[in-house]
């Protein structure tokens, strides 16, 4: 099936009222930012031999380099990993209001 981020309740999403993230289950996205927490490092962002993350699904895939959305979210005062750094700037990039990958 693969997650298909343009239906309406087939992918978590951002809150309009609250700007928290809502429904990480869907699609199971919440397993690939506890993954993703799972690479993290005090103080240096993440492991020096975590390069880079994906996400792969039959209809969408995320790329990070995990070093430049490290700068991003220091720059963002956004450096713990929650849902809603992870997730929530993912969707944002996927919709175009991010920069994640230009930094």
Known sequence: KGWDLGQHGAAPRICQHCNDL???WR??????QVTLRMCAA???GFKRHMKH???LSAKASFALDLRAF???SVAQKRKVLTERVVLG???EAYRG???TQNS
């Open 22 to 24: 809502a429904d990480s």
């Open 27 to 32: 699609g199971r996205f919440e397993n690939a």
């Open 42 to 44: 005090e103080g240096s």
């Open 53 to 55: 993350f994906l996400m």
């Open 70 to 72: 490290y700068r991003w």
């Open 89 to 91: 700037s993912l969707l």
């Open 97 to 99: 209001s991010s920069v």
